[in-house]
């Protein structure tokens, strides 16, 4: 196992749960929540936050300046200046790019397929899934949403948040087909059946490569 795989989901897909899975399978580890760990930790930042601005859409500065202030580096006078979501989201960047270094892994969210487009042995996978399973996989994790208006107005915040957080920082589209390797609907083969086509259709991957 080579590859590191990166999985854009919709909320209530179950991207994590899956991308949790398919890490278990290849014996890798899966980073979620964890980066934002390790985020804290490498960039002096508090976790609570990195928690705070994580997935959040920002229009305050124009994506260039981001992307030249992660080119000079933290010390630069223009990342002393820069917006707290910016920041975030450069710490954030870095420990993708460290963590796919290190080795094969999972990495959910994040931009982790644009933060690692310069590396080739990588996979970015996107998961969506039927309204009505999302509403009801949102139900059943989340005590406090007990109707599926609820649950749906969650649903599309969310969405909403990573869709302007990814077309911002990225060079590409939240959801769409050419953004990715591979776009599934989980609701079509559930949970464990998207894992397993997901798990061959790396080893296939991997496979080709050798060939």
Same mark, same amino acid.
């Given at each position: 196992?080579?590859?590191?795989?990166?999985?854009?989901?919709?909320?209530?897909?179950?991207?994590?749960?899956?991308?949790?899975?398919?890490?278990?399978?290849?014996?890798?580890?899966?980073?979620?929540?964890?980066?934002?760990?390790?985020?804290?930790?490498?960039?002096?930042?508090?976790?609570?936050?990195?928690?705070?601005?994580?997935?959040?859409?920002?229009?305050?500065?124009?994506?260039?300046?981001?992307?030249?202030?992660?080119?000079?580096?933290?010390?630069?006078?223009?990342?002393?200046?820069?917006?707290?979501?910016?920041?975030?989201?450069?710490?954030?960047?870095?420990?993708?790019?460290?963590?796919?270094?290190?080795?094969?892994?999972?990495?959910? /969210? *994040?931009?982790?397929? %644009?933060? @690692?487009?310069?590396?080739?042995?990588? &996979?970015?996978?996107?998961? $969506?899934?039927?309204?009505?399973?999302?509403?009801?996989?949102?139900?059943?994790?989340?005590?406090?949403?007990?109707?599926?208006?609820?649950?749906?107005?969650?649903?599309?915040?969310?969405?909403?948040?990573?869709?302007?957080?990814?077309?911002?920082?990225?060079?590409?589209?939240? /959801? *769409?087909?050419?953004? %990715?390797? @591979?776009?599934?609907?989980?609701?079509? &083969?559930?949970?464990?059946? $998207?894992?397993?086509?997901?798990?061959?259709?790396?080893?296939?991957?991997?496979?080709?490569?050798?060939?």
């Amino acid at each position: 196992m080579n590859t590191i795989i990166t999985i854009g989901r919709q909320f209530g897909s179950g991207g994590r749960e899956i991308g949790e899975m398919v890490a278990n399978h290849f014996g890798i580890k899966c980073y979620d929540k964890e980066l934002l760990s390790r985020a804290a930790k490498e960039s002096g930042f508090c976790e609570e936050m990195i928690q705070n601005h994580d997935e959040r859409p920002t229009n305050s500065f124009l994506y260039n300046l981001v992307m030249d202030t992660y080119s000079f580096g933290y010390n630069s006078s223009s990342f002393v200046d820069m917006p707290i979501s910016h920041k975030v989201f450069l710490a954030q960047f870095d420990t993708i790019k460290k963590i796919a270094q290190e080795g094969p892994c999972v990495i959910v /969210g *994040r931009c982790a397929d %644009y933060a @690692l487009s310069d590396f080739p042995n990588v &996979l970015n996978l996107f998961i $969506t899934a039927d309204e009505e399973c999302k509403i009801k996989r949102i139900k059943e994790r989340f005590e406090d949403i007990t109707t599926d208006d609820k649950a749906k107005d969650m649903m599309n915040k969310k969405d909403k948040q990573r869709q302007s957080y990814y077309n911002y920082y990225s060079s590409k589209k939240w /959801g *769409r087909a050419d953004s %990715y390797d @591979l776009c599934i609907n989980s609701s079509i &083969l559930g949970i464990d059946g $998207t894992v397993k086509f997901i798990t061959q259709y790396i080893e296939d991957y991997e496979l080709s490569k050798k060939l």
